[in-house]
């Protein structure tokens, strides 16, 4: 059952009710959650707004069968806003596992193949888009890498940092500890099926919080349930990501919202004259 733990979530709560009971339903028993954020920043572009982790956290925290959130994120050792941001999810009661990002060399130094090879290319393209590129397209593209080159640029840099391994070991490890009969993953990346498979198989239930495109085929064959966060977008988007009608409407029931506290306490006694 819903109980919101701020005015602010019990307020969006109430304009989006529908939301908030397809979630009671999900997260109807003991529930654990996994949010891989190296996979979950690229869906704000679909969703078309930046997460906010503390109204994600209130949206969570307010249903008590979610007894634990863990978030898996990697820091920019050096970087004031990386570290920053580490430090404000363990504020929030994350369970946080984190590991310095590996920044990858990448060539595309193109001056030693011919202008028809996908020899570069073919490290920055999924094998099944590049098998649809024309001689012609692949030469275009290593003409335009020509150019960056003639600037002096050969290499560029890739951050590398991904939990696969992490996430499948505490999936796990609770799965052993027995405390959690709903898991919940915020990733559609095919390399936790094995993972998901064991918990089905011994009994576990698990949804996938994701977007449209965003769950691979080897989570698609094990056909869980699957669950478009954008449905929730009002409660974990930053306030001033939404539309306007939105926040307006927010700011109107919180405005309502405050009125009625006030008449509810009543008005104080008139203080005696001196």
């Not at 946080?96 to 990448?106: D, E, F, N, R, Y």
């Not at 306030?239 to 506290?261: I, M, T």
């Amino acid at each position: 059952m819903f109980k919101g733990i701020t005015d602010r979530i019990t307020v969006v709560a109430e304009m989006y009710p529908k939301a908030i009971t397809e979630l009671e339903q999900i997260f109807n028993k003991p529930t654990v959650i996994y949010i891989d954020w190296q996979n979950v920043v690229h869906w704000q572009e679909t969703v078309g707004c930046l997460f906010d982790l503390k109204r994600m956290k209130h949206l969570f925290d307010s249903f008590p069968n979610v007894k634990k959130v863990r978030w898996y994120g990697g820091t920019l050792i050096g970087d004031t806003k990386s570290e920053q941001q580490i430090t404000e999810v363990k504020r929030l009661n994350y369970d946080v596992s984190t590991k310095p990002v590996k920044m990858m060399q990448m060539s595309i130094d193109v001056s030693s193949i011919p202008e028809d090879s996908p020899a570069i290319i073919k490290s920055f393209l999924k094998k099944s888009l590049l098998k649809k590129l024309d001689i012609e397209t692949i030469t275009f593209l290593n003409r335009k890498l020509k150019v960056f080159n003639q600037q002096g640029i050969l290499k560029i840099e890739e951050p590398k940092c991904n939990f696969d391994v992490e996430i499948g070991r505490h999936m796990l490890e609770d799965y052993l500890a027995n405390e959690f009969e709903n898991f919940i993953l915020w990733s559609g990346d095919g390399d936790f099926k094995s993972s998901l498979k064991h918990l089905t198989d011994n009994g576990k239930t698990i949804h996938i919080f994701s977007v449209a495109g965003r769950v691979s085929p080897e989570i698609s064959e094990l056909k869980p349930p699957i669950y478009d966060i954008r449905k929730i977008k009002e409660f974990i988007c930053w306030a001033r990501e939404l539309p306007e009608a939105v926040r307006s409407k927010e700011a109107a029931f919180l405005k309502a919202k405050e009125e009625a506290d006030l008449n509810a306490k009543g008005t104080p006694e008139e203080a005696p004259q001196l």
